[in-house]
């Protein structure tokens, strides 16, 4: 069963702050995120284990609850280059491979 | 460099075909991986391999096969028995030590179309 993220879709201007949340039914050990642009491969971004850790990468960052099997990811100050599809990734106990969520897409304007 | 190539970046054809999709890495990751990805969805996971002469059946098995002879080599075959091909597949390797260095690397895919 597939993570769900929320919102699905998200437009900014630049400048400004977003929040996408992903949740899990299953236990986790960790939850990875990719951004898409358009026609291109997904990009790592970033990765949370077990433990309920929060990491931050310039001006995006992320949190797991373990307890809630839920993460965020956060991204400050947008810019335009964030624009595109925010897709996260969760490794349940049992099965060493992700299964993604359907996907955020988000757009920054000027 | 190291990388993941996918070749061919686009592919016709026939319905009724099989058809092999090509992933080559060259960055020593034991685990390799196939996804499919339509319009506006996200990645489901066909196959996996975690080892030479092994792998395992994703989400959306059916109507795919694989082979792992090599270890930088994970070759996707989409058969005649998979009712809607047309998408693009991403395959994606890693390491499989888990841990904060456990991220896929992701090629650049094929979209595949049947006519």
């Known amino acids: 069963q597939q993570p769900v993220q929320s919102p699905q879709a998200v437009i900014l201007r630049e400048g400004e702050d977003a929040v996408i949340n992903c949740s899990s039914s299953?236990?986790?050990?960790?939850v990875h995120w990719y951004r898409q642009k358009h026609g291109e491969a997904p990009v790592f971004l970033m990765i949370?284990?077990?433990?309920?850790e929060q990491k931050g990468h310039e001006k995006i960052s992320a949190s797991f609850n373990e307890k809630k099997q839920q993460s965020s990811l956060y991204l400050t100050a947008s810019q335009l280059s964030y624009s595109g599809t925010y897709f996260c990734?969760?490794?349940?106990?049992?099965?060493?491979?992700?299964?993604f969520g359907s996907g955020t897409r988000l757009q920054v304007q000027p | 460099d190291g990388g993941i190539t996918q070749s061919p970046k686009y592919l016709f054809r026939k319905e009724g075909q099989n058809v092999t999709l090509s992933c080559e890495q060259n960055?020593?990751?034991?685990?390799m991986y196939w996804y499919r990805q339509d319009p506006g969805q996200g990645l489901r996971l066909i196959y996996y391999?975690?080892?030479?002469?092994?792998?395992q059946k994703g989400d959306i098995a059916e109507g795919y096969s694989v082979s792992r002879e090599k270890k930088e080599s994970f070759p996707l075959t989409v058969t005649s028995a998979q009712k809607n091909p047309t998408a693009f597949y991403l395959c994606?390797?890693?390491?499989?030590?888990?841990?904060?260095?456990?991220?896929?690397?992701f090629g650049p895919g094929t979209r595949l179309t049947v006519l």
């Open positions: 960055l020593n990751h034991d685990a």
């Open positions: 299953k236990a986790l050990y960790s």
């Open positions: 391999s975690q080892i030479v002469n092994d792998f």
């Open positions: 949370l284990l077990k433990g309920g």
């Open positions: 994606a390797s890693s390491i499989l030590r888990r841990g904060a260095n456990d991220e896929q690397f």
């Open positions: 990734g969760t490794e349940a106990a049992g099965r060493r491979a992700l299964t």
